[in-house]
């Protein structure tokens, strides 16, 4: 997949429609023996989608490779989807998760950032009283 096709093809987008997404993978350039191995080297098309493919699952490159060993390219594109991904994304952006993690982050912090500031007020001599 390449950023630098004009066409769009050699990029997949993360929120591209799903069909869109499932097209671009599926024509994604591989090479002519069918066997599915990492070899950024001389198998750049299909070492790309197995990266890929290893983020999305969170799963090893070696672990894909058994799973796929005598297997064809069209189950292996197939298989790549990014429905996952994206309905992973669709939650965080519409739920209150974002919410829930910047109040959580806010609550852990707070009470080392008053205890910090009590520190720095006495090491200067400013005393802040509370109501």
Known sequence: ?????????????????????????????????GYIHYDPENKPGISNLLEIYSIISERSIDDIEKQYDGKGYGEFKTDLELEKIQARYKEITTGSYLDDVLEAGANKARPIARKKLAKVERKIGITIKKK
């Open 1 to 33: 997949m390449s950023k630098s096709d004009e066409a769009g093809k050699g990029t997949i987008y993360i929120l591209d429609d799903i069909n869109v997404s499932k097209k671009k993978i599926k024509s994604a350039v591989t090479d002519s023996d």
